[in-house]
């Protein structure tokens, strides 16, 4: 059965910080890998898509990698502020017919000021 | 704006009673989803629908029924048989890339 890791579930840092969130995949032949982030009673934001022939992708202050061979993903955020307070979740797609994502449980990030 | 609309925002069911999520998408995609989202268990498949009358079901289909006669529209009624309804239901669609979602609907129950 294919799943989604996240590691960790929550995780508290100060302002400034720079910060690495975990995501393990079961099954290396992915069609693509999105990272979302979910504020408190909202849906889903879209923050980075990597494509299967990709390595990485990077937005601003985020960077998020992709290795296929070893089934992982990390998403890194530089310089972490108290707006980046959300829960970040892991998504993949295991092949492109579109039967849906695959999603992490989800780490819950809280930047103190 | 294209986009996906979700309503209500909130829904409270009565035991024993059926009610309707609605979902509309004004992005042309082809394909619709319904999630479940729980606390601490992130987000499971219900149904998802790639073409119009069309829809399969996902991980946790037993309790719920969806109708895909338009391309914009991909309700969820979540039936009495669902005896743990109580959850935050979210709706995407995609048109191949990244899929969009809603701003979901919080079901509690009364």
């Known amino acids: 059965k294919q799943e989604v890791t996240q590691i960790p579930a929550a995780l508290s840092v100060p302002e400034g910080e720079n910060l690495v969130l975990n995501c393990s995949f079961t099954?290396?032949?992915?069609?693509?890998l999105q990272w979302f982030r979910q504020d408190p009673g909202k849906g889903l934001t879209s923050l980075l898509l990597?494509?299967?022939?990709?390595r990485e992708q990077t937005s601003g202050r985020l960077n998020a990698s992709l290795d296929k061979s070893s089934g992982r993903s990390t998403l890194y955020i530089a310089a972490s502020q108290p707006g980046d307070s959300a829960t970040y979740l892991c998504?993949?797609?295991?092949?492109?017919?579109?039967?849906?994502?695959?999603f992490g449980k989800g780490t819950t990030l809280s930047v103190s000021s | 704006d294209g986009g996906i609309t979700q309503s209500p925002k909130y829904l409270f069911r009565k035991e024993g009673q059926n009610v309707t999520l609605s979902c509309e998408q004004n992005?042309?995609?082809?394909?619709m989803y319904w999630y479940r989202q729980d606390p601490g268990q992130g987000l499971r498949l219900i149904y998802y629908?790639?073409?119009?009358?069309?829809?399969q079901k996902g991980d946790i289909a037993e309790g719920y029924s969806v109708s895909r006669e338009k391309k914009e529209s991909f309700p969820l009624t979540v039936t009495s048989a669902q005896k743990n309804p109580t959850a935050f239901y979210l709706c995407?669609?995609?048109?191949?890339?990244?899929?969009?979602f809603g701003d979901g609907t919080r079901l509690s129950i009364l």
């Open positions: 995407a669609s995609s048109g191949g890339g990244s899929p969009h």
């Open positions: 099954d290396s032949a992915i069609y693509n």
């Open positions: 990597i494509q299967s022939s990709q």
């Open positions: 998504a993949v797609f295991f092949n492109q017919a579109g039967t849906a994502l695959i």
């Open positions: 992005l042309n995609h082809d394909a």
């Open positions: 629908s790639q073409i119009v009358n069309d829809f």
